[in-house]
Every structure is written in structure tokens, then in C-alpha cells.
């Protein structure tokens, strides 16, 4: 892909992208912007954090994505008790044919190219600490041993809102480290129908893996790099500042909503995530360009989890999505 033209790679970059969401289709109900999303943020480079109620489908998801992507994969189920050396890996004592002994590295589940985390919020704050920072040096370090971890390297972490107790929330300003945070809807009742008849029959989806055998990373990469070539014009970039200098509750021309609800607003992260994203949009319409609608697509799997409230907006049922929508006239 990076040496042929740049019309042919966007419509490959196209064509995959398409044939990723089809395949995934086939074992994922219902989740068409759950899906879409998810893609997105792993081409623009980054990790995904997805919030759902208990079964639906949020685990299947990073399974079947594994599966058409042709990438590593482990899962590792949080608990309150999980150390970070159950994810990092630790050094092991052993003894050697001519009976000296010597330490070695075992490694952990982080060392794949496709992580789940399941329920991350049960973990505790030390054990997610580790692997917020794995995510974002892309490397660990064990008594003072670095290794790089795997390229490329994706985490997709899983919560429930629904339980609170035995949890932890993950700290506010940690939750910059995942570009988007997807929000997966129970199943309607056609949905339903469906999955009920995918689950329980005798037949189960036969998936294909898409990226080309031996090639994956390779075209992965290429993939992500092509979404750093799309072009930012000025107009886009207006929109989005302007977005975000309006949530920022500091700026004297702040709007009543900002200043009424808002603690902290995005920092640069926050844009840096919504423009990769919005490049992905771009190449997904056939464009090397970023047009303000691309922008819109993005912004709240973008920024909901980047803002944080004040008390005020608890006690009106004023959520973020619903100032994201409301400033960026969604």
C-alpha cells in the first residue's frame, strides 16, 4: 500500500475496512457503529475502551476481531487480587543442566498484538497503572529489563457500569490514554431475534481472516500510515478548536453550559484523537482530505470519556455526550 499511488491506497484502505466490518458482522448483531468505531480507533493507533451491560457482546467482539485481523491475541479477566506482574510478566528461578541457577523472564499476556482486558475497572489502581503505561510507551520494564511489546500492539478493555461494588473506577486523567470510548447498546428486539438464532442453533459463523496471510502487520501499518498522510485543512481545524476552546470552562467566552457543567475540559490528546480519527472518516469516504463532517462523526466516542464533569451536571441528569452534541451542534 505505501508504494503504489495514492488514489489505489485509498481505495484498498477502503475495500479492507469494508470487508473487516462484513466479516465482523457475521458474529456481532447489531453492533454496525460499535464495530465501525472500534476499526477506526485501531487504525488512527490507539486503544479502545468499551462500556456496556453484562452479554452483550462486548468480549465476542475483540474475539472476532482477532480472527479477521489474523493478529495475536490473549485476554486477561481483572480481578481485585490480579498483581502487575500477572499482565507484565515477572522473573522466574531456574536451574540449569549444569546445576547453577539463573533468573529469567516469563513472559506475561501483555506480550501479544491484541489485548482484551476484561471488566478493567475490578483491578486495582497499581495493576491498571501498569498497563495504562504499557499502552502508552508501548514497552515494560521488569527490574529494570525494558521489552518492547509487540507491534502492532492494541488494547481493548472492557467495563461494566452496572456493578459498583469491588470496583474501581480508572482515574480520570488515565482515561486519555484510550482514543475512544465506545458505548455498546443492548440489542433491540429484532436484534435479539437474531442472536437467538445465531446462539442457539447448530450452526456458528464460519469467519475468514481478511488481511492477507503473513502480511498482517505489514498491512496494518501501511494502513495507519496512510491515515497520518490525510491532509488537516484549515477550515477542519477551526471547527475542532473552536469545539474545544468552548469547553473549556477557564475561557472568558466560554458558553453558560461549559461554565455551568464542565470541571476540566480535553487537552491536546483530546484533539490529537479526534483528527487521526477523523483522517480514518476521511479515507472511509475516498478522501485524502478531512472535511468538517468527519470531524462530527468522531467527536463523541472522541470526547465523552475526556470530560469531566462538575456536581452540578450529576444533579441534572446533564451528561457529556450531551454537551458534546450540544457545542458541536451534532
Do not use: C, W
Not at 491475541?73 to 499482565?87: A, E, G, K, N, Y
Amino acid at each position: 500500500m505505501a508504494s503504489i499511488p495514492v488514489d489505489e491506497a485509498v481505495s484498498e484502505f477502503r475495500e479492507i475496512f469494508s470487508k473487516l466490518q462484513n466479516e465482523i458482522s457475521k458474529a456481532i448483531v447489531g453492533q454496525n457503529e460499535t464495530i465501525t468505531n472500534t476499526l477506526t480507533a485501531l487504525f488512527a493507533g490507539g486503544h479502545v475502551l468499551l462500556e456496556g451491560p453484562p452479554g452483550v457482546g462486548k468480549t465476542l467482539l475483540v474475539r472476532t476481531f482477532s480472527k479477521v485481523f489474523g493478529l495475536t491475541f490473549q485476554r486477561v479477566q481483572f480481578t481485585s487480587d490480579l498483581m502487575p506482574s500477572d499482565i507484565t510478566g515477572t522473573q522466574i528461578l531456574i536451574v540449569k543442566e549444569d546445576g547453577t541457577r539463573d533468573f529469567q523472564f516469563r513472559k506475561g499476556p501483555i506480550f501479544t498484538q491484541l489485548l482484551l482486558t476484561d471488566e478493567i475497572n475490578r483491578a486495582g489502581p497499581k495493576t491498571q497503572s501498569a498497563l495504562l503505561e504499557a499502552m502508552e510507551e508501548k514497552q515494560v520494564t521488569v527490574l529494570g529489563t525494558t521489552y518492547t511489546l509487540p507491534k502492532p500492539f492494541f488494547v481493548l478493555a472492557t467495563q461494566n457500569p452496572i456493578e459498583l461494588e469491588g470496583t474501581y473506577p480508572l482515574p480520570e486523567a488515565q482515561l486519555d490514554r484510550f482514543i475512544f470510548k465506545v458505548l455498546v447498546p443492548s440489542p433491540n428486539a429484532n436484534e435479539l431475534k437474531e442472536i437467538l438464532v445465531r446462539t442457539t442453533g447448530r450452526e456458528t459463523p464460519n469467519l475468514q481472516q481478511i488481511l492477507p496471510t503473513g502480511q498482517e502487520v505489514e498491512t496494518v501499518q501501511a494502513m495507519q500510515t496512510l491515515v497520518r498522510k490525510v491532509i488537516l485543512p484549515p477550515a477542519a481545524q477551526d471547527y475542532l478548536v473552536s469545539i474545544l476552546t468552548s469547553m473549556n470552562p477557564e475561557n472568558s467566552l466560554a458558553p453558560n453550559i461549559t461554565r455551568q457543567y464542565i470541571r476540566f475540559s480535553p487537552g491536546p490528546r483530546g484533539a490529537q484523537a479526534v483528527i487521526l480519527s477523523a483522517k480514518v472518516e476521511a479515507l472511509r469516504a475516498g478522501r485524502m482530505n478531512v472535511a468538517v463532517e468527519d470531524i462530527k462523526k468522531v467527536l463523541l466516542p472522541a470526547l465523552r470519556h475526556r470530560i469531566i464533569l462538575q456536581f452540578q451536571a450529576d444533579a441534572d441528569s446533564v451528561t457529556s455526550d450531551q454537551i458534546i452534541k450540544d457545542l458541536g451542534k451534532l
